[in-house]
């Protein structure tokens, strides 16, 4: 194994997650550095999402070895991964639907001091300070998505884990969700992206994971999208 | 048939006071079923160990103890109980139902409804299922109050006045504060309130101790209005569990609200058509169920 780098703040290696029975992820190598914006593209079912929830622990069950900014966090309890430093914006958005806008961006406990405040994330996104009386599940689609990133910046976490945040969102509001990356990258957020829409993604990231069955199929940096152009189209097929 | 109103009134009062109870006990139900996904069939063993833990430490702890003047009086009572039995409800969840989560509701039922069992069968050892009378009741609230168009006992009042302050504080630990909205969204995504970092299991368990310490409350505060028995508990849950069904599963403000209209329109129904009395509440519930399956104040 290498050496860990000093920047390293994720390292997964042959990471392996299952369902149930089922064996979803074999043997998954990454690593993200401090301050990068890192892709995993696939087609559905590569296992993109798997790899950011089994990195929370939030499958049935998981083996090899995850470190987050230099904790093992393989045996972890899910409670406890939080507090190493990691936000999470599921698929799903995960809004809660009895609690209004506010509660909603209260509710992750800080991991850190050095968070957002709820000022900062309000000018960064001016709808939810509008809203926030409302009950959650009552804003639009991409309000929604704004909220399920709004509300991970507050705790200190450095590490953002953002599953297909673009995904059945208008042009316009994928565009702002493309400033709202760009901001996070230039606080110093390092963020993995599991994005499906790559025109989204290909300006944004410093390097693209590709996975496929499960695994990593290629990783290539920002400067080598061009050549790589018909890998990623056949990995993709888009 | 002519019937005074004031013997409405006076029904209505004291059903009032028995559907405070109802509305504590369906509280804790509400509240364990929403995060837990547990029906908590024990939950009237739980109220009635409320009423036992008061009656034992008044009268027989001390001598247990070789220490004749030892009494644990109504206000420790109303204190010590929740906490003694919440303890043994979370020595139950750690031990018991934690091995449940993930499976159906019915497994949860079938154990809470043992764990009653093995109660209720281990009081009925050692005491009267007649009731035992608690002859606890302080000094202070001896006696009636006029309400103008009734007399009302003080100590009924006082159990009233307290049950309704529990529920509200309860209601408004819930649904206004930081805490609150913690379980609010534990009870909706569990997984997803963990990954955050929170605890969730720890949550779990202090829950589901809260909610059997508001049942063991509510046992206490009726151990001097009805006698203590082994079985006061079974005959409660019953109706305590109408008036969940009625209210819609794991809202607060639907079990508080049903609870008291319930425990009035029971009292009602004493003076109005008394052999309705004991099924006035199944009556609601089965049109409650063809109208609104998910209960009043439900969701879906």
Known sequence: ?238 | MAISANAILTQAMLGLNNGAFYAMLSLGLAVIFGLLNIVNFAHGAFYMLGAFVALIGLTQLGPWLGMPDLQINFWWALLIAPLVVGLLGILIERTLLRRLYGLDHLYGLLLTFGVALVLQGFFTNFYNTAGTPYPGKPEILDGVVNLGFMYFPKYRLFALVVSLLVCFATWYLIERTKLGAILRAGTEKPKLVEAFGVNVPLLITLTYGFGVALAAFAGVLAAPIYAVSPLMGADLIIVVFAVVVIGGMGSIMGAIVTGLALGMIEGVTKVVYPPAASTVVFLIMALVLLVRPAGLFGKE
Not at chain 1, 99 to 110: A, I, Q
Not at chain 1, 113 to 140: A, C, V, W
Not at chain 1, 171 to 187: A, F, H, Q, S, Y
């Open chain 1, 1 to 238: 194994m290498l050496e860990p780098h000093a920047d390293e703040i994720l390292r997964v290696s042959d990471l392996h997650a299952y369902y149930g029975e089922s064996h979803v992820l074999h043997g998954v190598d990454l690593t993200v550095n401090r301050g990068e914006v890192v892709t995993l593209l696939g087609r559905n079912g590569s296992g993109r999402t798997t790899t950011l929830r089994a990195i929370l622990g939030l499958v049935t069950s998981r083996s090899g070895h995850i470190s987050i900014n230099g904790h093992q966090a393989i045996d972890l309890p899910t409670h406890k991964i939080a507090h190493l430093g990691v936000g999470y914006c599921p698929e799903e958005r995960g809004i809660f639907s009895s609690l209004t806008v506010e509660e909603n961006l209260l509710l992750p406990p800080k991991i850190r001091s050095d968070g957002m405040s709820l000022d900062e994330i309000y000018e960064m996104f001016p709808n939810l300070k509008e809203r926030r009386k409302s009950q959650g599940t009552k804003l639009s689609g991409g309000e929604q998505q704004m909220l399920a990133i709004a509300r991970i910046l507050r705790t200190g976490a450095s590490l953002l884990l953002l599953d297909e945040i673009t995904e059945g969102l208008a042009p316009v509001i994928v565009r702002t969700l493309g400033d709202v990356i760009r901001k996070l990258k230039e606080r110093g957020y390092t963020i993995v992206l599991v994005e499906q829409n790559f025109h989204f993604a290909a300006p944004l990231a410093d390097r693209h994971y590709v996975m496929e069955h499960g695994r990593v199929a290629a990783m290539i940096d920002k400067e080598d999208l061009e050549d790589n152009k018909e890998l990623i189209n056949r990995f993709l097929s888009v």
